[in-house]
């Protein structure tokens, strides 16, 4: 479109909860949920890959299990391993079709015995574990539709206080003298250097953290000006304020934000790179009676369509609730969302616009921020002046979005 937008920030999946580093990976795909068996039992570990969001869960008492041998020494050392908690990771692996592949914490696969005795000492575990990540799993595919109701109202603060999150090293105790230290001073002297090389190690780190936590406080002091008055008339300061915020959202799917402010601060243009529609999950997951393994269920067209939909508003709505939200001067927001898509007449891909949307600040004060979740985010686009050429099915024509500010 010729468009020259003066900002631009990539926004990755974001994290919500941290996984756990220990235990080894079980996966739909390349990576996903992880199964570890140790001497405090064994617990799962779910990820939802391409989302960020993790659990860690216990399911049983079970212990660890033994990393070699044939089947029967496998079982042995597994019913051993209840008693004496010695711990060993299993890894598991979940194909396309949802069947298990189990291996050994070097990545070698588990023997067929070796599988079968894994599957009865830990089915029930196993399959806790299996039904919570579908679980989680279908709640990640619900919250793709429902990206919306995470947004701030307009009034929300602007700058929020962030303490500095290093506790400052402990100071050592010295070691006592003993009453024969009195009859051997070379002893004596052994403690007392110990001593003062620890009070010295600790002296040096206590400096450094002083240095670290100064560096900190500077910084936030700068992050309190800057979205505390420099939003008020700093167009440095706006930019900054806003990918800050950006940044701080949980994104489902890459997005890229291209943004510009007007001369006079009072109006913002934004540009928002939105996944395809292959970039929807197809599947989710059952688990069949019984049995430990997944069965996946493809979404319909028409879910998937409506999920894709719902998306690219939400995304439109968090947007929006950012810029009103952090930068008050702004009167009017300019959002508009596209995709690259082929290009028949050259081979090529091109940007496809999907939604183009002016909203005053006092358009976007009607909204009930307190009732999010009955909001319909591409119901909500039409109060204002918008762009969009869409089926009652979700599918997209192309429009002519509108120009800068």
């Not at 298990?100 to 894994?118: E, K, N, V």
């Not at 430990?292 to 999920?307: E, F, G």
């Not at 690259?340 to 976007?364: C, H, I, M, N």
Request: aromatic share 10%.
């Amino acid at each position: 479109m010729g468009f020259r937008f003066q900002r631009r920030i990539t926004l990755a999946p974001g994290v919500r909860l941290n996984l756990s580093k220990r235990g080894l990976g079980f996966s739909i795909g390349p990576r996903g949920a992880s199964l570890s068996v140790g001497p405090s039992g064994v617990h799962g570990h779910a990820g939802v890959p391409g989302t960020g969001l993790a659990y860690r869960q216990k399911l049983s008492s079970v212990g660890p299990l033994g990393a070699s041998g044939s089947g029967s020494d496998f079982a042995h050392a597994f019913d051993a391993a209840l008693a004496q908690g010695e711990p060993v990771s299993v890894e598991l692996e979940v194909d396309k079709r949802g069947d298990i592949h189990f291996f050994h914490a070097d990545g070698t696969p588990l023997s067929d015995d070796q599988a079968q005795a894994l599957r009865r000492h830990a089915r029930e575990p196993l399959r806790e574990h299996l039904s919570r990540f579908c679980e989680q799993h279908s709640e990640q595919i619900s919250r793709l539709g429902r990206l919306h109701v995470e947004t701030p109202c307009p009034e929300s603060r602007g700058y929020v206080a962030r303490e500095f999150s290093q506790a400052p090293p402990s100071r050592p105790q010295p070691q006592p003298l003993a009453w024969w230290h009195a009859l051997w001073p070379p002893a004596r002297r052994r403690v007392a250097q110990q001593n003062r090389h620890r009070q010295a190690e600790f002296d040096q780190a206590y400096r450094d953290w002083e240095t670290r936590k100064a560096k900190y406080d500077a910084a936030e002091f700068a992050r309190y000006q800057r979205e505390d008055e420099g939003v008020l008339h700093d167009a440095d300061a706006m930019e900054a304020t806003l990918c800050e915020r950006l940044k701080e959202i949980d994104w489902p799917r890459e997005t890229v934000v291209d943004f510009d402010l007007g001369n006079d601060v009072r109006t913002i243009a934004v540009d928002i790179e939105l996944p395809g529609e292959e970039e929807m999950p197809e599947y989710f997951w059952v688990m069949p009676a019984k049995q430990v393994r997944l069965s996946p269920r493809r979404l319909s067209a028409t879910r998937q369509r409506k999920l894709y939909r719902d998306y690219v508003h939400g995304v439109a709505f968090r947007v929006l609730g950012a810029v009103f939200a952090r930068l008050p001067t702004v009167q009017e927001a300019r959002v508009s969302g596209y995709r690259q898509v082929a290009d028949p007449a050259t081979g090529g891909e091109r940007d496809q616009y999907l939604f183009s949307v002016k909203v005053t600040r006092e358009q976007w004060s009607k909204v009930h921020f307190d009732r999010l979740e009955l909001v319909d985010p591409v119901v909500a686009m039409d109060a204002f002046t918008l762009r969009r050429d869409m089926t009652k099915t979700g599918i997209f024509r192309d429009i002519e979005p509108f120009k800068l500010i």
